[in-house]
């Protein structure tokens, strides 16, 4: 009996962590500043299920894939759904006219929905 208790137990705090999805990126805004780099404002949405799975950050990256900046994001956004986090100061290469934001999360890795920003010179 206690055997089957365990594994109720196990199956459960698995579909626990499974429900909590993949990470979402609902909103970006990007300000140039004087220096010209940039400010990326990121709105992320997860089902943040407490430390075992949790929305861990966010990158920006060129249309091709090229990792340019990774914000990471320190701790689970339980109650703080969607939730926005900022990066300053990131400096793009010449040419880059837009970029791919696309979240990550501690069990399903990349996934959900990515946002693609044009970017003002």
Excluded: C
């Amino acid at each position: 009996m206690k055997y089957i208790i365990w594994q109720i137990f196990l199956l459960l705090t698995a579909v626990g962590t499974v429900s909590a999805g993949e990470v979402d990126v609902v909103k970006v805004d990007v300000q140039p500043d004087d220096s010209g780099a940039y400010r990326f404002d990121v709105t992320l949405k997860h089902a943040d299920a407490g430390w075992d799975h949790y929305a861990d950050r966010w990158e920006i990256l060129t249309v091709e894939g090229e990792v340019l900046a990774t914000r990471v994001l320190v701790h689970p956004h339980v109650n703080e759904q969607p939730f926005s986090r900022s990066l300053s100061g990131v400096v793009l290469p010449e040419g880059v006219s837009e970029v791919v934001i696309r979240g990550h999360d501690s069990v399903h890795g990349y996934g959900g929905k990515e946002r693609i920003v044009k970017l003002s010179h």
